[in-house]
């Protein structure tokens, strides 16, 4: 089983660009959701999605945007980059509340 | 809202003593706890997790986790640290009603010296 993959493993951007992180799972899991982690601050949720076309907001959604068109992918769009959102991004998923969440391999941006 | 404190950065233990991650969380009603592991440069891997029953739950690589009602406490504990223990520790809460929002701590860096 793949479980939760994500894409890319490393990028950096401009200040001012735009991309989407890609974050698929296998396991037909219902809930879906982003994290980014910094130093110091553990695991911050900035959205979440119970279903196909349901989202909402974490701690930290400003500057990022999300949808969920299918049950297998949940990509994180960075509208304009800003440094401040340097980060590792973590794509997790569960089926649910109960259920153990299974992590991605991360993503590790740099804004410059 | 959920939330978790961890209320120690680092953790050193020689290798071979116990090894005790402390946790405490606040949520409305009845929590779901969980403990995950970091190895460096990976994603966060399941240990275990206490959802109802027997207050002492058992998990991956000999650790075991009591949950504390009273106490609002789920500490992370293994008899006797290896060497390959080291690595970071997120306790994490998610509520039994409405949103499914995991909430996690700040993490544990867990130092076992040789």
């Known amino acids: 089983n793949a479980g939760v993959t994500q894409t890319p493993k490393f990028q950096v951007l401009k200040t001012g660009q735009s991309m989407t992180l890609q974050c698929a799972q296998d396991?037909?899991?219902?809930?879906m959701s982003w994290y980014r982690q910094d130093p110091g601050m553990g695991l911050r949720l900035i959205h979440y999605s119970v279903g196909a076309g349901i989202t909402d907001q974490g701690e930290v959604p400003n500057g990022y945007n999300v949808s969920r068109s299918t049950t297998e992918d949940f990509p994180l769009r960075l509208l304009s980059a800003a440094p401040s959102q340097t980060s590792v991004y973590f794509c997790a998923s569960s089926q649910g509340v109960g259920a153990e969440a299974f992590f991605g391999q991360g993503t590790r941006l740099t804004v410059v | 809202a959920q939330s978790v404190a961890q209320p120690e950065d680092q953790v050193n233990v020689a290798e071979g003593n116990p090894l005790t991650v402390k946790c405490t969380y606040s949520v409305s009603g009845n929590p779901y706890l969980f403990w995950y592991v970091q190895y460096p440069n990976r994603g966060l891997q399941f240990l275990l997790k206490y959802i109802t029953g027997d207050n002492l739950v058992k998990g991956s690589y000999g650790f075991e986790a009591e949950f504390n009602k009273s106490q609002t406490s789920f500490h992370l504990k293994k008899p006797s640290a290896l060497v390959s223990d080291s690595a970071l520790y997120f306790c994490a809460v998610r509520g039994p009603y409405g949103n499914n929002r995991l909430a996690f701590g700040k993490g544990n860096q867990v130092v076992v010296i040789p």
């Open positions: 396991m037909n899991h219902e809930y």
